[in-house]
């Protein structure tokens, strides 16, 4: 027997990751951090650290001192997304 309860939609809690869209990767300049990136990628820091020291994180990275940088353009490639916005032209083609 059903008890009079309604079920509550569930939304996701204050911390919960959201998805990255491309203009935001886009803002990020040029590189960002790994943890940024690994949020990007949908995975979590540590295991992006993980992938960094066994020379697997799937996207190119370089570092400056004790941090590595991730550059957006080589990110957005490894999401299959453009690295630039593409211009649209008024003008038919030939």
Known sequence: MRSGRTRRARVAPAGAPQAWTVEQIRALGTSTDLATAASVLG???????????????????????????????????ALHLPGTPTAQNSEPGP
């Not at 650290?49 to 490639?77: E, Q, W």
């Open 43 to 77: 995975m979590s820091r540590s295991a992006a650290y993980k992938l960094i020291r066994r020379d697997a994180f799937p996207v190119p990275h370089f570092r400056v001192g004790a941090r590595y940088r991730i550059p957006t353009a080589p990110l957005l490639a």
